[in-house]
């Protein structure tokens, strides 16, 4: 993956990514006062190759000005019809608002529909209001079954389009 959204540019995790993947999203979990979990929900940041890379999933980060400012995930999950569980999406404080997390995820739906997968799992927290917003606002339906201890929601949406 790379692409460009404004002056972003949203490309693959490589593994000097790593520290800075990690600091952008344990730094946007204490802002809403979630906390960074790397024995726990957050050891798939500090394992991309492992949960990512090696099940057919992909993990992306943002640059601006040569700054990671953001991360987009997916890997394969065993819920649902030829499932992926969308994670990790997050971006700084400094660059909400400006489209870039719809933008993220129409591009993480358009690479699941590219690999065939049928089926895509969010889970997130009721604190992440923009988050909740922005997936209910994009086709995902309320659905149970939250796996994650941080998390109180779980979406599911369908890209297979019924006839």
């Known amino acids: 993956m790379k692409n460009y959204y404004q002056d ?23 802002e809403y006062g979630l906390g960074w979990e790397p024995k726990g ?9 492992e949960y990512y890379l090696a099940t057919g ?16 995930a997916y890997y ?23 489209g870039l997390g719809k933008y993220l995820l129409q591009q993480l739906e358009a690479a699941i529909a590219e690999r065939g997968f049928e089926q895509i799992w969010i889970e997130t927290a009721s604190v992440l209001v923009e988050a ?18 941080r998390c109180d929601r779980v979406y599911v949406k369908s890209l297979v389009k019924h006839k």
């Open 41 to 49: 929900a957050d050891r798939d940041v500090l394992g991309v190759e």
């Open 76 to 98: 394969p999950i065993n819920r649902g019809e030829k499932a992926v569980e969308i994670r990790k999406m997050y971006l700084l404080p400094s660059i909400r608002g400006l």
């Open 132 to 149: 909740v917003k922005l997936y209910e606002s994009n086709g995902y339906t309320p659905a149970t079954g939250v796996k994650t201890t």
């Open 57 to 72: 999933g992909e993990f992306w980060v943002i640059e601006h000005q040569s700054q990671l400012v953001g991360t987009g």
């Open 8 to 30: 972003f540019l949203i490309r693959d995790w490589v593994q000097s990514d790593r520290t800075r993947a990690a600091e952008v999203i344990s730094y946007v979990l204490s």
